[in-house]
């Protein structure tokens, strides 16, 4: 049996916390955290008897962790995953990647050169049903992929009551519906059907109060010659978040508030359910962490890797750029 692996989690807000605490669950990790907020830092170390404690992250990558979380705002992603690199430590990333580009090709090269684990933590690809329903899509049983269109929401300040005083205040820290909520969409249809490479957005603040960051998004795409759309609110009453996939030879449709996919193949006919029973809250997140544990100790690849992250980055960009201009963005796309 491998060793424990020793975790460093960086920030220990809401996120941060359940990375923590996830870890944990693998049973496979010892767990430390660095957080500046001292009322924090100590809060969360009593409920879960962390030992050790940093408020200071040199101080923390000196202590020689196997790997590093970063779960602090966007813009802090890069120079932190920086220095964990700098210091041979393998590093899983929050989602988005960063809010800007800088830096993260030299990034790729450090964790390449220095053969380190890296990864970005967009959640959905440790979903079952989502796997399952990729799995189908990628035999071809269902034909070429032609269309997808993408449609969720939810009502955000019932899950995160204090969002006008965290990141998603500022669009500059990771906030707003495009960083923090429509990015999960975007990764997860990239891993279905490729990456996308031409958009145009419309986004607009509707209804949260306190803020005047955007709540509501819609997105025109193509990913190479299929024809995708995403529409998301952060405002409605419903929990919901739907995925499908128009192929030449059936419809294939995930729907995480439901926990299955489902598909359908004859005009007119009744759809095909494959329903999983419902997942505990942690779940994915500890299947996330079991992930990247396996990353690390070589027997896997990382379930998003930093290029894939990259260019779902771009994506991000590419749509708040669209909003602004109101014109069609291309999207750049790079070899792996």
């Given at each position: 049996m491998n060793p424990l692996k020793r975790v460093l989690v960086v920030g220990v807000g809401s996120i941060g916390e359940r990375h923590a605490r996830c870890f944990l669950a693998t049973n496979r990790a010892e767990v430390s955290i660095c957080e500046l907020n001292a009322e924090l830092r100590r809060t969360v170390a009593e409920r879960y008897s962390f030992k050790q404690t940093f408020d200071d992250l040199p101080l923390a990558l000196a202590d020689k962790p196997d790997v590093a979380v970063i779960c602090t705002p966007a813009h802090l992603h890069i120079p932190m995953a920086q220095a964990a690199a700098e210091a041979g430590v393998h590093v899983l990333i929050e989602k988005p990647l960063s809010t800007r580009l800088d830096g993260?090709?030299?990034?790729?090269?450090?964790?390449?050169?220095?053969?380190?684990?890296?990864?970005?933590?967009?959640?959905?690809?440790?979903?079952?049903?989502?796997?399952?329903?990729?799995?189908?899509?990628?035999s071809g049983r269902f034909g070429e992929p032609l269309q997808l269109v993408a449609n969720g929401g939810q009502h955000f300040p019932f899950y995160r009551p204090a969002y006008r005083e965290i990141y998603y205040k500022d669009r500059a820290t990771g906030g707003g519906a495009v960083h923090d909520a429509l990015t999960h969409v975007i990764n997860a249809s990239e891993w279905l059907i490729g990456p996308?490479?031409?958009?145009?957005?419309?986004?607009?603040?509707?209804?949260?109060?306190?803020?005047?960051?955007?709540?509501?998004?819609?997105?025109?795409?193509?990913?190479?010659?299929?024809?995708?759309?995403?529409?998301?609110?952060?405002?409605?009453?419903?929990?919901?978040?739907?995925?499908?996939?128009?192929?030449?030879?059936?419809?294939?449709?995930?729907?995480?508030?439901?926990?299955?996919?489902?598909?359908?193949?004859?005009?007119?006919?009744?759809?095909?359910?494959?329903?999983?029973?419902?997942?505990?809250?942690?779940?994915?997140?500890?299947?996330?962490?079991e992930a990247f544990l396996d990353a690390v100790e070589g027997s896997a690849a990382p379930l998003c890797t930093i290029h894939d992250g990259l260019q779902t980055l771009r994506v991000n960009l590419a749509i708040l750029a669209s909003a602004e201009q109101q014109t069609w963005q291309t999207i750049q796309r790079d070899n792996p």
């Open positions: 993260i090709e030299t990034l790729e090269q450090q964790f390449r050169s220095g053969k380190l684990a890296a990864g970005v933590a967009y959640v959905y690809r440790a979903h079952p049903v989502l796997t399952a329903m990729r799995n189908a899509l990628h996308a490479d031409r958009l145009a957005a419309d986004i607009d603040h509707l209804a949260l109060e306190g803020v005047t960051v955007e709540d509501t998004v819609h997105v025109l795409a193509r990913h190479g010659r299929v024809m995708a759309s995403y529409s998301l609110n952060q405002h409605q009453a419903a929990n919901e978040s739907t995925i499908s996939v128009v192929c030449r030879g059936g419809i294939v449709r995930f729907e995480y508030h439901a926990n299955r996919w489902r598909w359908a193949t004859e005009p007119g006919a009744d759809w095909h359910d494959e329903t999983w029973p419902p997942l505990e809250r942690d779940a994915l997140f500890v299947r996330q962490a």
